[in-house]
């Protein structure tokens, strides 16, 4: 039971974490950088393992959660289904060869050091994500937002994070399972589509019998506690299969993404995703062993730049498939794909929550997300200034 001290103190760790993580945060955007890295550094600074400043306890972890929870709802309230589904082959290869030139050379590298089947497709589909939010910022900043590589990245990026959402799910059975034999895979397998399945029924459901009846309701802040409380209860069902609740809240996200609450949904949550997703970035640093940080160095380096080379190389097989003569710079599209951002930090965050990451996998982990989000930006700038080329 937490007591009304562990309450009170909670309280300076949230207003203290929020406000530093708003500094820091400021300061990295004008340094033109994600404000991403700079809250996980907040909480690496701040944290057990060197100023020992922010000691979370099991409120300021719920708060975390939250965090996680609200971001991976958003993207899904953010995601196009309809573009989704006639998004073009240049975006559907340039995502699906982002995955494989990142899964493969990672899973090469990882299996015969670690002898570990599970931990290496862990952090090998970890390699995976794609945070397009900063490198929609940067072409924005160029005035190209609407040129063909922009607009064939965000498609690929959609794709990606489908296709990370299911590795995601992929990864954590494969972790939580005693055994990997066939009959288990197929189980996992199977219990993944029931769950989707199921999800799907719901959402016909709800996007045709409950939403058009929300606006009747008087109350106020309905549409804002319907589509929470969607989340949670998606989040927690997709818990008791065995999945992560962040799954849960993104598919809660999808259903709503095509009703016409979606501009609504997203105004009235963005305030509780200002105040909730810092603080869960923040809890990222704070978990981060300095000492095995500086010990990931060399391994999160290769790593790093593999995960970088993967995303763009990715971007040449696109040129086989576009026939007109306007192509886009194949280095620009993959470059536009490196950065692993927040959802990676997802998927760090659960690998040492779960126990498949230890603090040594978990810090390289982490560095090869902050090393991938700090240079993708700076790459971008480098070839929109040149053309592309």
Same mark, same amino acid.
């Given at each position: 039971?937490?007591?009304?001290?562990?309450? $009170?103190? %909670?309280?300076?760790?949230?207003?203290?974490?929020?406000?530093?993580?708003?500094?820091?945060?400021? $300061?990295? /955007?004008? !340094?033109?950088?994600?404000?991403?890295?700079?809250?996980?550094?907040?909480?690496?600074?701040?944290?057990?393992?060197?100023?020992?400043?922010?000691?979370?306890?099991?409120?300021?972890?719920?708060?975390?959660?939250?965090?996680?929870?609200?971001?991976?709802?958003?993207?899904?309230?953010?995601?196009?289904?309809?573009?989704?589904?006639?998004?073009?082959?240049?975006?559907?290869?340039?995502? =699906?060869?982002? #995955?494989?030139?990142?899964?493969?050379?990672?899973?090469?590298?990882? @299996?015969?050091?670690? *002898?570990?089947?599970?931990?290496?497709?862990?952090?090998?589909?970890?390699?995976?994500?794609?945070?397009?939010?900063?490198?929609?910022?940067?072409?924005?900043?160029?005035?190209?937002?609407?040129? /063909?590589?922009?607009?064939?990245?965000?498609?690929?990026? &959609?794709?990606?994070?489908?296709?990370?959402?299911? =590795?995601?799910?992929?990864?954590?059975?494969?972790?939580?399972?005693?055994? !990997?034999?066939?009959?288990?895979?197929?189980?996992?397998?199977?219990? *993944?589509?029931?769950?989707?399945?199921?999800?799907?029924?719901?959402?016909?459901?709800? %996007?045709?019998? #409950?939403?058009?009846?929300?606006? /009747?309701?008087?109350?106020?802040?309905?549409?804002?506690?319907?589509?929470?409380?969607?989340?949670?209860?998606?989040? @927690?069902?997709?818990?008791?299969?065995?999945?992560?609740?962040?799954?849960?809240?993104?598919?809660?996200?999808?259903?709503?993404?095509?009703?016409?609450?979606?501009?609504?949904?997203? /105004?009235?949550?963005?305030?509780?995703?200002?105040?909730?997703?810092?603080?869960?970035?923040?809890?990222?640093?704070?978990?981060?062993?300095?000492?095995?940080?500086?010990?990931?160095?060399?391994?999160?380096?290769?790593?790093?730049?593999?995960?970088?080379?993967?995303? $763009?190389?990715?971007? @040449?097989?696109? *040129?086989?498939?576009?026939?007109?003569?306007?192509?886009?710079?194949?280095? =620009? =599209?993959?470059?536009? *794909?490196?950065?692993?951002?927040?959802?990676?930090?997802?998927?760090?965050?659960?690998?040492?929550?779960?126990?498949?990451?230890?603090?040594?996998?978990?810090?390289?982990?982490? @560095? &090869?997300?902050? #090393?991938?989000?700090?240079?993708?930006?700076?790459?971008?700038?480098?070839? !929109?200034?040149?053309?592309?080329?």
């Amino acid at each position: 039971m937490v007591t009304v001290s562990e309450t $009170i103190h %909670t309280l300076y760790l949230f207003g203290i974490t929020l406000g530093i993580a708003l500094l820091i945060s400021e $300061i990295f /955007r004008r !340094l033109e950088q994600s404000e991403v890295v700079g809250q996980v550094f907040v909480g690496i600074l701040l944290g057990p393992y060197v100023l020992g400043v922010i000691r979370p306890n099991e409120i300021f972890e719920f708060i975390a959660e939250l965090g996680a929870i609200i971001l991976l709802f958003i993207a899904g309230l953010e995601t196009d289904v309809k573009e989704l589904s006639k998004s073009s082959l240049a975006a559907g290869l340039l995502a =699906l060869f982002g #995955v494989i030139l990142s899964f493969i050379p990672a899973f090469i590298i990882l @299996y015969p050091i670690t *002898m570990n089947a599970v931990l290496s497709f862990y952090i090998s589909a970890a390699l995976c994500a794609t945070s397009v939010g900063i490198t929609v910022r940067v072409f924005s900043e160029f005035g190209k937002l609407k040129s /063909r590589e922009a607009q064939t990245v965000i498609a690929a990026a &959609v794709v990606d994070d489908v296709i990370s959402v299911f =590795l995601l799910t992929l990864a954590i059975n494969f972790a939580t399972a005693k055994e !990997l034999g066939f009959q288990e895979v197929f189980n996992i397998v199977w219990s *993944m589509i029931v769950f989707f399945l199921a999800m799907l029924g719901l959402s016909v459901i709800i %996007t045709t019998h #409950v939403v058009p009846r929300l606006w /009747r309701l008087k109350v106020r802040g309905a549409v804002l506690i319907f589509s929470i409380t969607l989340a949670i209860l998606a989040g @927690y069902a997709a818990a008791q299969i065995g999945l992560s609740p962040i799954i849960g809240a993104y598919i809660a996200g999808l259903m709503l993404a095509e009703t016409g609450l979606k501009d609504e949904i997203l /105004r009235d949550v963005s305030p509780i995703a200002f105040i909730t997703v810092p603080v869960f970035l923040v809890n990222i640093g704070l978990k981060v062993n300095i000492n095995a940080l500086w010990k990931a160095l060399f391994l999160g380096t290769i790593l790093s730049i593999v995960a970088i080379l993967g995303k $763009i190389l990715s971007g @040449y097989p696109v *040129m086989k498939v576009i026939k007109n003569d306007e192509k886009p710079s194949p280095l =620009l =599209l993959g470059s536009g *794909m490196v950065p692993r951002g927040e959802v990676g930090f997802i998927f760090a965050t659960i690998g040492l929550t779960i126990g498949v990451l230890n603090d040594y996998w978990y810090a390289n982990l982490v @560095y &090869v997300i902050l #090393v991938t989000t700090f240079i993708a930006p700076i790459l971008l700038r480098f070839l !929109l200034k040149r053309g592309g080329e």
